[in-house]
């Protein structure tokens, strides 16, 4: 589960990692309220979505669509950013005004960009050096691992490519913890010399490892990580993401979620209890049990199609999420093909039949669909969608069904 900045920092400053002061706003009002509260001379004015880039980002509507393209692909474009300097109040409530309700587009939202409905206001700051941090499980060590650059600020995509060397990688023994070495290490590689400023860095180092192990996360980017001219680090960007299995024990994340940031299909999926994930490609596929799924994708990309989502409708679903899931995938306009691929144990075929008969009486079918029902009750399952009169393509094994599918899709 991914969160803003302005909340993956309130959880950093709850174990002491060093942060400016700053307040959400969601209005240009509250916005200088936030600013007058905050005090000056300076303030930042920090555009909310779930998406990196936004002081290179820019706004539809304020620039021409060519900048914009610009903006899409993270080169500078004419035009004002997603994070923006402040130095009076009347600075504030202009970007906020310009900022909210408008849609950001930055090289992490694509051309379609996001809308803004949510500023951080936060104090501004001298800057000596900007850094990169970024915390992540190394799942090949069971460790977590910490990346560092001294080149700050920027994509560090393009470091990994340009100057592979100048990321380092710190492992850290979640037994043991982060050790005093594991943070000098760091603090070396950031050119921290100065033995107070190490001490204080190797603080931080470990302040971070522990929020990052107490709140779950998946996933921790500091970008930039700032050091200023007294030696100090302290964390002017933070991106986020909890590890979704762990949200459960955190009554107070589950509460962070913002569910305009999430694909409006996948938030029905999930009130359905779908697992629903939607993908590039043109064919719909529903089928129950995440490993049949996956071989159903597979013996769609090797019949020479692509899948357009991954839905697993679990093994044992109701109708109405059979109808949900049908909706669903309906709804998806790059769908030009549907595979139904039950394979009935729990789940019983004629349930998965009615379902689909009846999601295609609500929502209409105007693309191809092929149903492969096989196990518990398959012979039922198979009478009902016959007899039901519906254009519909039965199969009886993967492989001719995913067949179908390719030609019925390929041919229309
Ligand atoms: P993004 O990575 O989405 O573009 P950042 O929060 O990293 O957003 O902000 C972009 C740049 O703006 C930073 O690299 C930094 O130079 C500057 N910046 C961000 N917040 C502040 C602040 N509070 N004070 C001064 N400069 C800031
Ligand atoms: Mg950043």
Redesign the pocket.
Known sequence: MKLH?YQAKSLLGRYGVPL?P?IPATTPDEAVAAAEKLGGP???V??QIH???????RFKGAVSDAELAKAAKGEDAEGK???R?ARSIEDVREAAAEMLGNVLV?K?TGIEGKEVRTLYI??????DK?FYLSVLLDRSNNKVLFMASKF???DIEDVAESNPEAIIKVHVDTAVGLTDFNGRELAYALGITDRKAVNRAVGFFRSVFQAYMELDCAMLEI??L?LDKDGNLFV????MEIDSNAVYRHKDIAEMRDVHEEEATEIEASEYGLNFIKLDGNIGCMVNGAGLAMATMDIIQFKGASPANFLDVGGGAKQDQVEAAFRIITNDPSVEGILVNIFGGIMKCDVIAKGVIEAVKQVGLEVPLVVRLSGTNAELGKKIIDESGLPVISATNLDTAAQAIVDAVKGA
């Open positions: 900045e400016l700053g300076l303030w930042v920090k555009s998406a990196g880039g936004r002081g290179k980002g950013g997603g994070v300097l930055t992490q936060e104090g501004g700051c001298a800057i900007e700050g600020g920027m970008n930039p700032v002017l960007d933070a991106k």
